[in-house]
């Protein structure tokens, strides 16, 4: 007899295929105008899923891999993690994560006028701030 278990809708297979997708465009685009409207935020007008990779800049520096990351017209990009399991050090990857993405859309020389803004996007299974 198999026993098969069933996929959780938040694991990393059913997130990427649902949002990276070709052909699934609005539904990422719905997703994070959903929370850009509940934030108060502009909304995006078009969006298009990215490698999630942060490449290494230096032999000494971290991977970081997202679950997902999209780039909208106006160059703003998209950080989109989903994470059931409570780690303590989660808050400090996602803050890496998106420091690593701000800080690497500039190369030596460059204009600090060329950053455009990061938004993380962090749905969690747990409460991650105890405090609200």
């Not at 105008?33 to 490449?55: C, E, I, Q, S, Y």
């Not at 909208?72 to 998106?98: P, S």
């Amino acid at each position: 007899m198999s026993y098969t278990r069933p996929i959780k809708a938040t694991s990393d297979t059913v997130v990427h295929f649902l949002f990276t997708s070709k052909g699934n465009e609005d539904i990422l685009l719905g997703f994070i105008n959903a929370v850009l409207a509940d934030a108060g935020m502009p909304l995006a007008r078009k969006v298009w899923p990215k490698t999630p990779f942060n490449p290494k800049t230096f032999v000494t520096d971290k991977n970081t891999v997202m679950d997902i990351k999209a780039e909208a017209k106006d160059g703003k990009t998209f950080l989109i993690e989903f994470q059931v399991a409570d780690h303590d050090y989660f808050e400090n990857r996602m803050l890496y994560y998106w420091a690593r993405t701000y800080s690497g859309q500039l190369g030596e020389g460059e204009r600090y006028e060329k950053l455009h803004p990061v938004v993380s996007i962090i749905v969690v299974g747990f409460s991650m701030f105890e405090e609200l």
